[in-house]
């Protein structure tokens, strides 16, 4: 099983700030997905990535794959308090009809208005 | 369309006795998932149903958990007997197919005390 490392592991901005969140491993993944939790609820899907090099956009979060499919960034611009929460990244290894997905440290990101 | 529902949200017990967990997953979603995350570590794998069926199940940490999925509908995860360590947040998640994101539960609060 991957270990994936994210950081930072917090980070508190103000209101309007920009910010990038890091996720890495030392393995290649088949695919990467970006989710957000919030206290109390389960995390909720923000996008998938497959391909190496791959950037989606998201409104103001701009999420990209790294050209190894070793590691993956989301960079969130102009941060707004509703941006608060806690971003994991997953990556998932397998092909074939079969996934396993692992998850990573998290990073809880707080926005100060 | 409904959400993937856990219940109960919250569940304290005390050691040596046993729970159940249960999940619906979203009406027609054939794969269920369970993690389970611990206090301060990161959202573990527990087990994966493709229908009725377990396609993984190497995350369940020992012989003391036993998960079903009836009729490949909503799924149970039943503690017997509780442990201490048992004592996290359990997660049930549900997607369409192996290839696409997540859809989660709220969760299940569990305290073993």
């Known amino acids: 099983t991957q270990l994936l490392e994210q950081s930072p592991q917090f980070l508190s901005i103000q209101e309007g700030e920009n910010l990038t969140v890091y996720c890495n491993s030392s393995?290649?993944?088949?695919?990467l997905q970006w989710y957000r939790q919030e206290p109390g609820e389960g995390p909720v899907l923000l996008v998938t990535?497959?391909?190496?090099?791959e950037v989606k956009k998201l409104k103001r979060l701009t999420f990209q794959f790294g050209d190894a499919r070793k590691d993956s960034s989301l960079h969130i611009t102009a941060a707004q308090p509703g941006d608060t929460g806690l971003y994991l990244c997953?990556?998932?290894?397998?092909?074939?009809?079969?996934?396993?997905?692992?998850f990573g440290t998290g990073t809880k990101l707080q926005v100060i208005p | 369309e409904a959400g993937v529902t856990q219940f109960p949200s919250h569940s304290v017990i005390e050691k040596g006795q046993t729970v159940t967990l249960r999940c619906d997953p979203i009406?027609?979603?054939?794969?269920l998932y369970w993690y389970r995350r611990v206090m301060g570590k990161e959202i573990k794998f527990l087990l994966h149903?493709?229908?009725?069926?377990?396609?993984?199940e190497s995350g369940m940490p020992n012989n003391r958990f036993l998960a079903e999925r009836t009729g490949g509908t909503y799924s149970t995860l039943k503690v017997q007997p509780a442990e201490l360590e048992d004592s996290g947040v359990y997660f049930c998640?549900?997607?369409?197919?192996?290839?696409?994101?997540?859809?989660f539960g709220s969760g299940t609060r569990l305290t073993v005390v």
């Open positions: 009406s027609g979603h054939d794969n």
């Open positions: 998640a549900s997607s369409p197919t192996w290839k696409d994101g997540y859809t």
């Open positions: 997953a990556g998932g290894e397998g092909s074939g009809g079969y996934q396993k997905v692992t």
């Open positions: 393995s290649v993944f088949s695919s």
């Open positions: 149903f493709v229908k009725e069926s377990k396609q993984d």
């Open positions: 990535v497959v391909t190496g090099g």
